[in-house]
C-alpha cells in the first residue's frame, strides 16, 4: 500500500466515489462535492485527501478542508457538516491506527493550529491517547422504515400550514436563492447567532446541485411569495437536513412543519431508509423538541480535536 496527499485537481473521483460507495462509514459529507463548495465558495478553504492506495484503488482515507485566516491554518473533518472521519475498505484496526497516526504526523510539520476529526460510528477511540481531546455531540435520525409517516402528517403544524395554503415546491432560479438567504440571516438574527455561512456558499449549492440527484432544496410559498426554504442532501439510502429558515413575521404559517412533512413524504416516495436531522447547537432545546416530536432519535457521536503548539499560543494571545 502507498500513502499520499492529494488535493481536489489530482483526486481520482471515480476512485473517491467508488469506495464512499463501499464504506459504512461514508456520508454526504465526505464526498468530493461538499469539499468543492468550501473552495468554490471561499478563498481561504482547500480541500485535502490523506489517501492509502492499493492496487484496486483507494483503500483508507480521510478527507480535510484546510482554512487559512491571517496565515494560520486548521483542518477539519469535515467542517459545519458534523460528520467526516476515516472512510475504509480494510478491517484491521492496527491499519486505520497507523494511517492516522501518518496523518497526525504530516499535519504536525504544516503551521496548523488545530485538527478536528469526527467520529460518528465510535471507531476512533485510540485518538485519544494522541493528544486529541473530545466531546460529545448528537444528531437526530428518523428511521423511516419504523416511522408513522400517517400519524405523523396529522400533527396540528402541518395540518394547520395546509389549511393556510402553504404550498411546497423545489428551488428553480439563482434569484430564489437570495430570498433564501435574506430568511437565513433572518433567522440568525431571530436566534441570536452569528451566521456561519455566505451568501455566494448558497449560491454555489443551487448551481452546483441543479439537476443532480444530490441536493433537493423545498421552497414554501403563500400566494406566490417565498415565507420558507429547507435544503437537504441525498447519499445512499439517506437523506440529510442541511439548513433551513422561514420569515420570522410569519410563524402561524408553521413552514417548518409542513416543509418536514414534505420532505418525510418524499423520503417514502424514493425508498430512503434514514433522515438524519442533523446537530442542535446548544441552547435549542425548542429545535431538539421539534426533531423529537418528528420522530427523530438522539444519536451522539465522538468529536476529537488536537489544538498544536501553535494554536494553543494563539489562543492565549486572543484571550488578551
Given amino acids: 500500500m502507498s500513502f499520499t496527499l492529494l488535493n481536489s485537481s489530482s483526486l481520482d473521483h471515480k476512485e473517491w466515489d467508488k469506495l464512499l460507495e463501499s464504506t459504512e462509514a461514508a456520508t454526504f459529507y465526505h464526498t468530493s462535492v461538499w469539499a468543492d463548495l468550501w473552495e468554490k465558495s471561499y478563498d481561504f478553504c ?46 484491521a484496526e492496527s491499519q486505520k491506527e497507523e494511517f492516522l497516526l501518518e496523518v497526525l504526523s504530516i ?12 467520529d460518528f460510528l465510535g471507531k476512533y477511540p485510540f485518538l485519544a491517547q494522541a493528544g486529541f481531546t473530545s466531546r460529545q455531540a448528537f444528531t437526530h435520525l428518523i428511521e423511516l422504515g419504523n416511522s408513522d409517516l400517517d400519524g405523523l402528517l396529522t ?41 456561519k455561512y455566505s451568501q455566494p456558499f448558497y449560491l454555489n449549492i443551487f448551481n452546483s446541485g441543479k439537476g443532480c440527484d444530490w441536493l433537493l432544496w423545498w421552497l414554501a410559498e403563500v400566494d406566490n411569495k417565498i415565507i420558507g426554504y429547507q435544503i437537504n442532501f441525498v447519499f445512499k439510502d439517506e437523506l440529510y437536513l442541511w439548513d433551513g429558515g422561514s420569515d420570522p413575521e410569519g410563524l402561524s404559517w408553521r413552514t417548518n412543519d409542513f416543509l418536514m412533512g414534505q420532505s418525510l413524504k418524499w423520503c417514502k416516495e424514493h425508498n430512503l431508509f434514514h433522515y438524519n436531522l442533523g446537530g442542535s447547537p446548544p441552547g435549542t432545546e425548542g429545535l431538539v423538541h421539534f426533531k423529537e416530536q418528528w420522530g427523530g432519535k438522539r444519536k451522539s457521536y465522538q468529536v476529537y480535536e488536537k489544538t498544536f503548539t501553535l494554536g494553543k499560543l494563539v489562543d492565549i494571545l486572543r484571550r488578551r
Avoid at 65 to 84: A, D, N, Q, T, V
Fill in 155 to 195: 400533527k396540528r403544524g402541518f395540518q394547520q400550514a395546509e389549511r393556510k395554503k402553504v404550498k411546497a415546491r423545489k428551488i428553480e432560479a439563482g434569484k430564489e436563492v437570495q430570498i433564501c438567504y435574506d430568511l437565513y440571516l433572518k433567522t440568525c438574527q431571530r436566534h441570536k447567532t452569528i451566521p
Fill in 46 to 91: 482547500r480541500a485535502l485527501y490523506f489517501v492509502e492506495k492499493i492496487d484496486s484503488g483507494y483503500a483508507l482515507a480521510l478527507p480535510l478542508i484546510k482554512i487559512r485566516k491571517k496565515g494560520w491554518e486548521s483542518l477539519f473533518s469535515m467542517p459545519m457538516g458534523g460528520y467526516g472521519g476515516p472512510v475504509n475498505l480494510l478491517s
Fill in 107 to 118: 499535519v504536525k510539520s504544516l503551521k496548523t493550529l488545530r485538527f478536528q476529526i469526527v
